[in-house]
């Protein structure tokens, strides 16, 4: 027999081997830490107990000793991985960083308005009239009533034919229309996005970012590039600052190391000494610089020592393109 997947015997077992233990740290069964245990001393003694459990269990029950990880945790964990999102992590940022509001909603109604009509870059779509209801605000600078309402258009696929919205979960990324409670206009005409863990995850995650007070700014260019060459042949640093849409700083620096390979990292704020390292995939900072940097330096960047090292600046620079990789999408970005 088992109890809570654990089988009753070791239970018994635990319950054998640790009561002296807990007889010294509980005080007469009342529940109070007995007090003439030093306080370091039971936080010792209570951290020995979990680990020891753990330990018993993980030797008597099969779940434990066959995987080593806590199966709940480990299903959990598998069930997000195997959600893979229909989007790429560019087109969430996108609609992320225009949107004064992001909404999760489950469609009450659907309504098509219009015959359908060929969008930009020829996509067949129609337009719908949707009321939905809220099930989150996963951000929001007013309150907002339980039900909602606006258009987007849906593509429809090559047999003309739309995806089922009805009852659907959606993320919606918009802004409330002044005057009328629970209407918004989106802020891209296909700004409804289909739930999935996946993406409901990074769209947390990218405005959890966005909020913070130091976050990434909005790349528009490069200012100014140079490269100090070091006391050793082949070492040295280049240092290439960055515009931004808010004037905030941020700057690239790439060191080069003889018999190593060159290390860049970014910074998003005044201190170059801050550096943040080379931002990982799916972060503001990634997406800030996978999408917003130019594809080459422009001639306006080498200043000064900048053109006596123009070749070592723009390998740099390549150097740093390549690591962040592509910025792919799979719809068109907002335009400002």
Excluded at 175 to 203: C, E, I, M, N, Y
Aim: aromatic letters at 6%.
């Amino acid at each position: 027999m088992a109890r809570n997947g654990v089988p009753i015997d070791s239970i018994a077992l635990a319950q054998t081997l640790y009561r002296p233990l807990m007889s010294e740290i509980i005080q007469g069964g009342t529940g109070k830490m007995a007090p003439a245990i030093p306080e370091a001393r039971k936080v010792v003694m209570m951290r020995s107990l979990m680990v020891s459990a753990l330990a018993l269990l993980a030797s008597t029950s099969p779940v434990y000793a066959q995987s080593g990880k806590n199966p709940a945790t480990s299903a959990d964990s598998a069930a997000v991985s195997a959600s893979a999102s229909r989007y790429n992590f560019a087109d969430i940022a996108d609609l992320a960083d225009h949107a004064p509001m992001v909404l999760d909603a489950t469609i009450r109604t659907a309504s098509k308005v219009d015959k359908p009509f060929t969008a930009d870059g020829g996509v067949v779509r129609q337009r719908y009239f949707i009321e939905a209801d809220i099930s989150a605000l996963i951000r929001a600078s007013q309150a907002m009533p339980k039900q909602i309402s606006y258009l987007v258009d849906i593509p429809l696929d090559s047999k003309g034919k739309s995806p089922k919205l009805k009852k659907q979960r959606v993320l919606v990324f918009a802004r409330a229309v002044p005057g009328k409670a629970g209407a918004l206009q989106l802020v891209a005409p296909d700004s409804q996005l289909f739930w999935d863990a996946t993406t409901d995850q990074w769209t947390r995650n990218v405005i959890a970012e966005l909020l913070k007070p130091q976050a990434p700014a909005r790349i528009t260019g490069v200012s100014t590039a140079f490269h100090a060459p070091g006391s050793v042949t082949g070492a040295g640093e280049t240092q290439i600052f960055l515009s931004t849409a808010s004037g905030a700083p941020a700057s690239l620096s790439v060191s080069s190391v003889p018999g190593a390979a060159p290390t860049w990292s970014a910074t998003f704020g005044e201190l170059v000494s801050d550096a943040d390292g080379m931002p990982a995939p799916a972060t503001l900072g990634w997406y800030r610089l996978a999408c917003g940097l130019p594809a080459t330096l422009p001639a306006s960047a080498f200043n000064d020592g900048g053109v006596e090292h123009r070749a070592k600046i723009e390998a740099d620079y390549m150097l740093v393109r390549q690591g962040l990789g592509d910025c792919t999408r799979t719809r068109a970005p907002i335009r400002r």
